[in-house]
């Protein structure tokens, strides 16, 4: 109490002057039309600026849940199309077949939302970290996507986070295929820039053009047929001669990644036990 008077005794004359301040615009805006029109004015006019900018704040944070809701409709949307095109290629008068095929689109593949937290592009074996890990469902050898194509396999897991082998690591390897034509051969990664992987083994006789779709072929357990994965850029012949080596500008941008889906095969165990015991 005694620090609260010497303040007030200390600073007496400036209190006044505040008070007698607050008084004279009281009086002015209250008793004067055209000064009162004038604050009130200007006082919508800040109190619309702060609610508006509040608003873009809160659509902002909007913005997060609305991604991941994105990123987990663009992969229902793609396997749906694979399964769609395939289906009218061997076309039936069955008017059940687009009907059975939507339901199958989400009954063969589990997905499972997840945030990217910790990520690298720059190294020769890159790694990404996700925030869902075994008590989530998430198990080694499932394949992660985002909105845009793929991303990796899952490689180890935790309780609560996960990492994954991404393209853009040396020991990744994953079945692809040219959309247009079927031909299909190994998205490797072999360093530089995170824009581009290397499409392999495509046989000699393949037939592909410049800016050609590649998506996922199917041909494992790990991926849909279908997700996305780059363009051809650009092509040489392979070392030796025997095939085809096609450049390939991603879809996913890996600097920027933050919201992915982990899909995983229902039934994969029995699939993954068989081919092992096949030697595959």
């Given at each position: 109490?005694?620090?609260?008077?010497?303040?007030?005794?200390?600073?007496n004359?400036?209190?006044?002057?505040?008070?007698?301040?607050?008084?004279?615009?009281?009086?002015?805006?209250?008793?004067?039309?055209?000064?009162?029109?004038?604050?009130?004015?200007?006082?919508?006019?800040?109190?619309?600026?702060?609610?508006?900018?509040?608003?873009h704040?809160?659509?902002?944070?909007?913005?997060?849940?609305?991604?991941?809701?994105?990123?987990?409709?663009?992969?229902?949307l793609?396997?749906?199309?694979?399964?769609?095109?395939?289906?009218?290629?061997?076309?039936?008068?069955?008017?059940?077949?687009?009907?059975?095929?939507?339901?199958?689109?989400?009954?063969?593949?589990?997905?499972?939302?997840?945030?990217?937290?910790?990520?690298?592009?720059?190294?020769?074996?890159?790694?990404?970290?996700?925030n869902?890990?075994?008590?989530?469902?998430?198990?080694?050898?499932?394949?992660?996507?985002?909105?845009?194509?793929?991303?990796?396999?899952?490689?180890?897991?935790?309780?609560?986070?996960?990492?994954?082998?991404?393209?853009?690591?040396?020991?990744?390897?994953?079945?692809?295929?040219?959309?247009?034509?079927?031909?299909?051969?190994?998205?490797?990664?072999?360093?530089?820039?995170?824009q581009?992987?290397?499409?392999?083994?495509?046989?000699?006789?393949?037939?592909?053009?410049?800016?050609?779709?590649?998506?996922?072929?199917?041909?494992?357990?790990?991926?849909?047929?279908?997700?996305?994965?780059?363009?051809?850029?650009?092509?040489?012949?392979?070392?030796?001669?025997l095939?085809?080596?096609?450049?390939v500008?991603?879809?996913?941008d890996f600097?920027?990644?933050?919201?992915?889906l982990?899909?995983?095969?229902?039934?994969?165990?029995?699939?993954?036990?068989?081919?092992?015991?096949?030697?595959?």
């Amino acid at each position: 109490m005694r620090n609260l008077l010497d303040f007030l005794l200390k600073y007496n004359y400036f209190l006044l002057f505040v008070l007698l301040e607050v008084i004279c615009f009281i009086l002015l805006f209250r008793f004067n039309n055209y000064q009162g029109n004038v604050f009130f004015t200007s006082a919508n006019y800040v109190a619309g600026k702060i609610y508006d900018a509040s608003s873009h704040i809160t659509r902002y944070v909007g913005l997060d849940e609305m991604n991941r809701q994105l990123t987990a409709r663009n992969v229902e949307l793609e396997m749906e199309i694979t399964a769609l095109r395939q289906e009218m290629e061997k076309y039936t008068q069955d008017s059940t077949v687009t009907d059975r095929l939507l339901s199958q689109s989400h009954t063969e593949y589990r997905a499972y939302p997840a945030r990217v937290v910790n990520n690298s592009v720059t190294h020769l074996n890159n790694y990404i970290t996700i925030n869902k890990g075994e008590a989530d469902g998430i198990r080694p050898e499932m394949g992660v996507v985002s909105g845009n194509g793929v991303v990796g396999i899952v490689y180890l897991t935790g309780a609560h986070h996960s990492i994954i082998l991404p393209v853009l690591n040396s020991k990744s390897s994953i079945s692809c295929k040219i959309k247009r034509t079927e031909y299909f051969g190994f998205l490797k990664w072999e360093g530089g820039s995170s824009q581009y992987a290397y499409v392999k083994d495509m046989p000699r006789h393949s037939e592909f053009m410049l800016g050609d779709t590649i998506v996922t072929s199917g041909h494992s357990s790990v991926f849909p047929e279908g997700i996305p994965v780059g363009t051809v850029d650009d092509m040489v012949d392979s070392h030796d001669g025997l095939s085809y080596l096609l450049r390939v500008k991603l879809f996913t941008d890996f600097a920027r990644l933050r919201d992915v889906l982990v899909v995983a095969l229902v039934g994969k165990e029995e699939q993954t036990s068989l081919e092992k015991s096949a030697g595959l």
